[in-house]
């Protein structure tokens, strides 16, 4: 498990999964640990995945300041990864929230980008939230499912803000509800730093002008994945994520939630294993 230091000083740790050409491994959560993402349904086949434990998270160290757990301000944890990998420029693949990061990365630092694909992100940092209606809508697409007639009004009071959350509507974040979805929905307390997260999207993390601006530039290829039963986001808000950049490949995975890769491993592998090329 190799250690590097932050710019602050603050030790944090990345796990290497397979051999090969480095690919640089955002989690989402926000602040979950990267374990979850087991070796992205054998992705780890094709390149060395270098999974980051982003600061606060799994077996990185909790920093001074709290205050650093926001988005904007873990960006250069991730380029002090790129100078302690060696790399010129480094391929990422971003998860969920991890979106927003590597989305403001490849806005402050476009030269060290390869190719980057964004994995269910949900655009924040382009002031793209999904919405309320978004998740409805795809909670619909599941009426067929033994567990919909209980899960959906609870589903629908919580996002109202009228319900807690509620173990029981998790199905919905999955496209297959088996027991290794099961299996990974039960970890995601115990590995997710719930203050860190709370400060993730603080305000002054996102400035959505100034980022679509600056990705607009942005040169390198670019794979916007979604899920076909998503609704955070949608496959129509990861279009409009998708549209903002100049090289940019838009993918729908057949069936999946919000973890494509524990859906249909091979669709996923396959996908994103042909975007990013050989592993050497």
């Not at 979604?226 to 129509?236: K, L």
């Amino acid at each position: 498990m190799p250690i590097f230091t932050a710019p602050d000083g603050t030790r944090l740790a990345c796990h290497l999964r397979g051999t090969g050409k480095p690919l640089v491994v955002l989690p989402g959560g926000p602040m979950r640990a990267s374990a979850y993402l087991g070796n992205l349904g054998g992705l780890d086949a094709h390149r060395q995945l270098v999974f980051l434990d982003l600061r606060g998270t799994g077996e990185s160290e909790a920093p001074a300041d709290p205050a650093t757990y926001r988005c904007d301000r873990l960006v250069e944890d991730v380029e002090a990864l790129r100078r302690h990998l060696g790399l010129e420029r480094m391929d990422v693949l971003a998860h969920s929230a991890g979106g927003s990061l590597a989305m403001l990365y490849a806005a402050r630092y476009p030269d060290r980008l390869g190719r980057l694909a964004l994995i269910t992100a949900t655009p924040w940092a382009l002031g793209l939230p999904a919405t309320a209606e978004d998740r409805l809508a795809a909670a619909r697409l599941r009426t067929s499912e033994p567990w919909f007639a209980e899960a959906f009004p609870v589903f629908e009071a919580w996002l109202s803000g009228t319900g807690d959350f509620d173990p029981v509507f998790l199905p919905f974040f999955h496209g297959r509800w088996d027991h290794t979805a099961r299996a990974h929905a039960e970890r995601e307390e115990d590995e997710t730093n719930d203050d860190a997260a709370d400060r993730y999207g603080a305000d002054g993390a996102y400035d959505p002008d100034a980022t679509r601006a600056a990705l607009a530039r942005v040169t390198a290829p670019v794979l916007v994945l979604a899920g076909e039963v998503d609704g955070g986001p949608c496959p129509g808000l990861a279009r409009r994520a998708a549209d903002v950049f100049e090289a940019a490949e838009f993918a729908v995975q057949p069936g999946a939630g919000h973890y494509p890769w524990l859906d249909d491993p091979q669709w996923f592998v396959r996908r994103v294993a042909d975007f990013f090329g050989a592993r050497n």
